[in-house]
T-cell receptor, first 109, second 112 residues
C-alpha cells in the first residue's frame, strides 16, 4: 500500500532550525511535495522534489532520497507564523497527491 | 488572478441525505482534484477531473461522484450521507503538467 509517515509534533523556538522527516512506503511516484496548513486554512504549496537532492526556496528547503525512501523539510530562521501543520505528499501521474500523516509545528518565542 | 473558491463554507446535513459541494478553479487550470480531510489527519484523495472527464479515483465508494464543467468549475456529490462523512472537503486546481496544487478554503461538512 501507500503510506507516508511523519512525526506527529515538533516544537522549536523562534530563530531556530527544524527538520520534519517523511518516510514512505510507495513507489512509482513523480515527486515529493510539501504543503503547509494553518488551523482552519487551506493547504498551501511549499516545495517539490522531482529528483533526489536538495531544493531551496528562501527559508525552506526540501530533500528527497528515493533509495532511502526518505525526504525532509528544513525550516530555517523560524518565525511565529511558521506554527502550522506540515504535510509531505507524493505526486503520481495525473497529479494525484497522497498525503502523509502530518506534523504539527509549534514555534515558541 | 482569482484563486480557488468553494461553496458553501459550512454545511450541516442529516444521515441519509445528499449533498453537493462546489468549486471554482483558478483561472487557466483545467485539472481539479477533490480531497476529504478528517480532523487531525492529512487530506485523502477522492478523485480528479481533467477536461470534464474523471482522471483517477481514490478509495472512496461510488456514492461519492463528481462533475467538471466546460468553464472548469466542478461539483462533488455525496449520496446517502454517513456520520463518517463529516470532514473538511477541499478542492485543488492544477495547470496542465503542473506539480503545484492550489487549494480552496474548503467546505466543512457535518453529518448528524
Amino acid at each position: 500500500g501507500q503510506s507516508l509517515e511523519q512525526p506527529s509534533e515538533v516544537t522549536a523556538v523562534e530563530g531556530a532550525i527544524v527538520q520534519i522527516n517523511c518516510t514512505y512506503q510507495t513507489s512509482g511516484f513523480y515527486g515529493l511535495s510539501w504543503y503547509q496548513q494553518h488551523d482552519g486554512g487551506a493547504p498551501t504549496f511549499l516545495s517539490y522534489n522531482a529528483l533526489d537532492g536538495l531544493e531551496e526556496t528562501g527559508r525552506f528547503s526540501s530533500f528527497l532520497s528515493r533509495s532511502d525512501s526518505y525526504g525532509y523539510l528544513l525550516l530555517q530562521e523560524l518565525q511565529m507564523k511558521d506554527s502550522a501543520s506540515y504535510f509531505c505528499a507524493v505526486r503520481y501521474n495525473t497529479d494525484k497527491l497522497i498525503f502523509g500523516t502530518g506534523t504539527r509545528l509549534q514555534v515558541f518565542p | 488572478e482569482t484563486g480557488v473558491t468553494q461553496s458553501p463554507t459550512h454545511l450541516i446535513k442529516t444521515r441519509g441525505q445528499q449533498v453537493t459541494l462546489r468549486c471554482s478553479s483558478q483561472s487557466g487550470h483545467n485539472t481539479v482534484s477533490w480531497y476529504q480531510q478528517a480532523l487531525g489527519q492529512g487530506p485523502q484523495f477522492i478523485f480528479q477531473y481533467y477536461r470534464e472527464e474523471e482522471n483517477g479515483r481514490g478509495n472512496f465508494p461510488p456514492r461519492f461522484s463528481g462533475l467538471q464543467f466546460p468553464n472548469y468549475s466542478s461539483e462533488l456529490n455525496v449520496n446517502a450521507l454517513e456520520l463518517d462523512d463529516s470532514a473538511l472537503y477541499l478542492c485543488a486546481s492544477t495547470e496542465a503538467s503542473g506539480y503545484e496544487q492550489y487549494f480552496g478554503p474548503g467546505t466543512r461538512l457535518t453529518v448528524t
